[in-house]
């Protein structure tokens, strides 16, 4: 059974830092291009990043570009997202979301999720 | 960028019945299209990818139609677990999510 479990989430102050991971397994994750999703409190989705299975081809929402960084571990089935200069808009449920073979960005399997929420 | 627009808003029936939701993209999307639904506290399920392939699990009463940039989900008979909120998605070089329709009982 396909796996995806986010954690690292919590409260942080704008400006700081945060590491969100996402731990796979049911599949093998090394074959598999992967992403980030966050859905602010009430509002719709948003895709965030990109990361292919080798981690030759990244990419972020212009939102995050700068700022937000993914990588993964293939060795330890994870997958990472370093959030820096965090601002009140970046209040979300973050979820990891794996890449369905047919194409890039169609999204077959999601964690459940972990809210990161920005706030003075 | 591709924007998405959903209608209605919000879609209020009974179980049983038909549901017809909308999805419209600013510009060709090709078949690039995907649904996905997703219930209070939950993450999103993908139902239907290239605008009419259903998603392994996925009952047949859900379907989809369309190409370019007029689109329609079609739930067939409503079961009382399908009232929850469908997002259309537009992939292949970038990643746009519509806003939504809310399916809800009337």
């Known amino acids: 059974e396909v796996q995806l479990v986010e954690s690292g989430g919590g409260l942080v102050q704008p400006g700081e830092s945060l590491r969100l991971s996402c731990a796979a397994s049911?599949?093998?994750?090394?074959?598999?291009?992967m992403n980030w999703v966050r859905q602010a409190p009430g509002k719709g989705l948003e895709w965030l990043s990109y990361i292919n299975y080798g981690s030759a081809a990244i990419y972020y929402a212009d939102s995050v570009k700068g700022r937000f960084t993914i990588s993964r571990d293939n060795a330890k089935n994870s997958l990472y997202l370093q959030m820096n200069s965090l601002r009140d808009d970046d209040t979300a449920v973050y979820y990891c979301a794996r890449d369905h073979r047919s194409s890039w960005y169609i999204f077959d399997y999601w964690g459940q999720g972990t809210l990161v929420t920005v706030s003075s | 960028e591709t924007v998405l627009t959903q209608s209605p808003g919000t879609l209020s029936l009974s179980p049983g019945e038909r549901a017809t939701l909308s999805c419209r993209a600013s510009?060709?999307?090709?078949?690039?299209l995907a649904w996905y639904q997703q219930k209070p506290g939950q993450a999103p399920r993908l139902l239907i990818y290239?605008?009419?392939n259903r998603a392994t699990g996925i009952p047949d009463r859900f379907s989809g139609s369309g190409s370019g940039t007029d689109f329609i989900l079609t739930i067939s008979r409503l079961e009382p677990e399908d009232f929850a909120v469908y997002y259309c998605?537009?992939?292949?070089?970038?990643?746009?999510f519509g806003p939504g329709t809310k399916v809800d009982i009337k």
């Open positions: 998605q537009q992939y292949g070089s970038s990643s746009v």
């Open positions: 510009q060709s999307v090709s078949s690039n």
């Open positions: 290239g605008a009419s």
């Open positions: 049911g599949f093998t994750f090394s074959t598999y291009s």
